[in-house]
């Protein structure tokens, strides 16, 4: 027996102090994910669907991680990564270099936040544009149905066949509801025409958006809209002597004989506030929905093509918006069919503008 400890003797000394070093190491860590943030030691990863430069969505959210920088926050970032396995990955790669906040900014990154966020309860987390949420996690977007609206005026003085082409990306309540504001916008200065829907399942790919296009193109359209990531469909418009409206960040360039104007995101608005409210130690999850008021989306600057009256018009809706006395969802509003959706004196609610799932009239196009 004696012989037996003696052997066993030097193990359990390794043993021990292996577990003390664990131990050491675990309550090490324990005290610094207690500490406050700050400056110092934050660091503020994204997680990105594209390119930083790709001219469209991902360019214009990495806006809010350059505000942070500009302040002297530290900050990480992936690109193209996918709406699969990949996000997950993505994002226990940045926990691993040290973030301890996370920004996942697209739709499909919602399930793998939300189950990283769950293991690591001490990671501040948002999600871009989606539903699900917990103590750790909050969503933002922005009211950029509003935008569209304003968009839809552009777009409504401009056209001359009354045929508004829309080239969108998936069926869901964001595209939906950019949609439909976008087709009431444009029936507030031309009533009789009608605004078609080509989706596409994709948030960036420009040939399968440049296809699109030019199937609406084919059919009388004179103005595109788009609810894409490329400018692909800025160029097909440009190609066929037609008109485009952007979206997500100014792009004159891309089609300067087109290009009318954008409905555009300023996503520092969210990431800077957010920071803040983690540096003075008063951050909350919540859910972020703002719009023209708080400076979250706007409309770009109107191009020098665009229809002679269309500055003024938009001015004033925006300045509505603004004040509260336009409400883009308020009745009467009847859907494609013509059957009444939403009475006359009566506004749809946020939840109801958040999960639409309806076309309103005017709109040529199917939902699964």
């Not at 499909?108 to 949420?133: L, N, W």
């Not at 100014?250 to 608005?269: G, I, Q």
Request: proline share 4%; net charge neutral.
């Amino acid at each position: 027996m004696k012989k037996i400890f003696a052997r066993l003797l030097p193990f359990c000394t390794v043993l021990c102090l292996i577990l003390c070093v664990l131990s050491g190491c675990s309550k090490k860590n324990d005290k610094k994910r207690n500490e406050p943030l700050t400056k110092e030691n934050l660091l503020v990863g994204f997680v990105y669907i594209g390119s930083i430069n790709d001219q469209g969505y991902t360019q214009a959210q990495d806006q809010g991680r350059l505000a942070l920088e500009a302040e002297g926050i530290k900050t990480k970032y992936v690109e193209n990564v996918p709406e699969d396995e990949g996000c997950e990955k993505a994002i226990r790669g940045l926990i691993e270099e040290g973030c301890n906040v996370i920004y996942t900014t697209s739709y499909g990154f919602m399930d793998s936040t939300i189950k990283v966020a769950q293991e690591f309860p001490y990671i501040k987390f948002g999600h871009c544009s989606g539903y699900k949420r917990s103590a750790n996690v909050s969503t933002y977007f922005g009211r950029v149905y509003e935008a569209r609206y304003l968009a839809g005026i552009v777009a409504g003085m401009k056209t001359k066949s009354k045929k508004i082409g829309y080239v969108a990306a998936y069926p869901i309540p964001e595209c939906i509801r950019g949609i439909n504001a976008f087709a009431l916008g444009v029936q507030s200065v031309s009533p009789d025409a009608t605004v078609e829907v080509v989706w596409t399942n994709t948030w960036f790919d420009p040939s399968t958006e440049k296809q699109a296009a030019a199937e609406l193109l084919e059919k009388g359209c004179d103005v595109l809209a788009q609810h894409q990531d490329s400018t692909a469909t800025q160029i097909a418009a440009q190609g066929k002597g037609a008109f485009a409206i952007g979206y997500n960040v100014d792009s004159p360039d891309a089609a300067p004989k087109a290009y009318l104007t954008a409905p555009v995101f300023h996503w520092e608005t969210f990431i800077l506030d957010d920071v803040h409210k983690i540096l003075d130690g008063i951050w909350k999850s919540r859910a972020y929905w703002e719009g023209l008021a708080a400076g979250m989306t706007d409309l770009a600057p109107l191009s020098l093509i665009c229809a002679n009256g269309t500055q003024e018009k938009v001015n004033e809706a925006k300045a509505s918006i603004i004040n509260g006395s336009l409400k883009i969802f308020k009745g009467p509003i009847h859907n494609q069919n013509g059957e009444l959706k939403v009475a006359d004196g009566f506004r749809m609610s946020d939840d109801d503008i958040w999960n639409m799932n309806w076309f309103v009239q005017g709109v040529i196009g199917t939902l699964p």
